[in-house]
T-cell receptor, first 113, second 114 residues
Framework: DVKVTQSSRYLVKRTGEKVFLECVQD?????MFWYRQDPGLGLRLIYF???????EKGDIPEGYSVSREKKERFSLILESASTNQTSMYLC????????????FGSGTRLTVV | DAKTTQPNSMESNEEEPVHLPCNHS???????IHWYRQLPSQGPEYVIH???SNVNNRMASLAIAEDRKSSTLILHRATLRDAAVYYC???????????????FGQGTILTVHP
């Protein structure tokens, strides 16, 4: 089975800190995605990447950046964490083409205090 | 992005079939219909997807209307472990990209009674 591994299950950071959320997939998938999930707002796409060093903004990219230096790893970066970035962050990956489903990680619950 | 409409919640009894409906009247020809479910405190889990024909896998069946404006996810025998939020999503692959985006709605909360 494909695995998408997020480095931390729970994370507590202070306002203004630089935060790195790491995601690794083990099945050579081209496409990787970062979502955040908030009560009442559902899952919203932050950024995605369809190849190494390629990135595209999703629906809510403000306050975030991403890095994809290797195919298997997709990092979400909060340059200066704020309390409104407290959320559940979910990483997903999928092979290229429309014939496949997404595989999601278990999520990182980030609290910014 | 094409949108889907699902009931907010549904209930079922254990070992009975469950039919979860989804309306997607603005679906385009390139949209695949995806279903995911999310158990409490976990990431979404892929269930099934299809384009035009009905699909079956070990988890569920997907029945797609002939005009593709609606679909139904069928759990043949619900178990307590099937209690989750079920999302019906149209995967947007327009433009020939390889990275069809998924736009999640609110989903259907399925409660399974023992």
């Amino acid at each position: 089975d494909v695995k998408v591994t997020q480095s931390s299950r729970y994370l507590v950071k202070r306002t203004g800190e630089k935060v790195f959320l790491e995601c690794v997939q083990d099945m050579d998938h081209e496409n990787m995605f970062w979502y955040r999930q908030d009560p009442g707002l559902g899952l919203r796409l932050i950024y995605f990447s369809y190849d190494v060093k390629m990135k595209e903004k999703g629906d809510i990219p403000e306050g975030y950046s991403v890095s994809r230096e290797k195919k298997e790893r997709f990092s979400l970066i909060l340059e200066s964490a704020s309390t409104n970035q407290t959320s559940m962050y979910l990483c997903a990956s999928t092979p290229g083409g429309p014939y496949y489903g997404y595989t999601f990680g278990s999520g990182t619950r980030l609290t910014v205090v | 992005d094409a949108k889907t409409t699902q009931p907010n919640s549904m209930e079922s009894n254990e070992e009975e079939p469950v039919h979860l409906p989804c309306n997607h009247s603005t679906i385009s020809g390139t949209d695949y219909i995806h279903w995911y479910r999310q158990l409490p405190s976990q990431g979404p889990e892929y269930v099934i997807h299809g384009l035009t024909s009905n699909v079956n896998n070990r988890m569920a069946s997907l029945a797609i209307a002939e005009d593709r404006k609606s679909s139904t996810l069928i759990l043949h025998r619900a178990t307590l472990r099937d209690a989750a939020v079920y999302y019906c999503i149209l995967r947007d692959d327009a433009g020939g990209t390889s990275y069809g985006k998924l736009t999640f709605g609110q989903g259907t909360i399925l409660t399974v009674h023992p």
